[in-house]
């Protein structure tokens, strides 16, 4: 199994940063994409950035040129750096991570951390 932990969500105000951490543990095989969702009270869960195991990175329209996925393989962490946030960001961020055990690749999830944009 893997296990998924995220860290660094939390309250800003309208215009300030965050960054998000997601470590990855437990037995496989190779990590593969790596990826951060969000969902807002009521609505439905939408990709946010995703990055495969080369680095090759993808955004949603409503937050490039502000966010941005990265990820450290050799300690099986993504990491979501959001700038200049506003209300409509408002969301639980869940980690996701696409993980070969034995001889499937399955995915995974995190449980979400709350990043609350408020004046």
């Known amino acids: 199994q893997v296990q998924l932990v995220e860290s660094g969500g939390g309250l800003v105000q309208p215009g300030g940063s965050l960054r998000l951490s997601c470590a990855a543990s437990?037995?496989?095989?190779?990590?593969?994409?790596m990826a951060w969702y969000r969902q807002a009270a009521g609505k439905a869960r939408e990709l946010v950035a995703a990055i495969s195991s080369s680095g090759v990175t993808n955004y949603a329209d409503s937050v490039k040129g502000r966010f941005a996925i990265s990820r450290d393989n050799a300690k099986n962490t993504v990491y979501l750096q959001m700038n200049s946030l506003n209300p409509e960001d408002t969301a639980v961020y869940y980690c996701?991570?696409?993980?070969?055990?034995?001889?499937?690749?399955?995915?995974?999830w995190g449980q979400g951390t709350q990043v609350t944009v408020s004046s």
């Open positions: 996701y991570a696409a993980a070969t055990t034995g001889t499937w690749t399955r995915p995974f």
């Open positions: 437990g037995s496989f095989v190779s990590m593969n994409a």
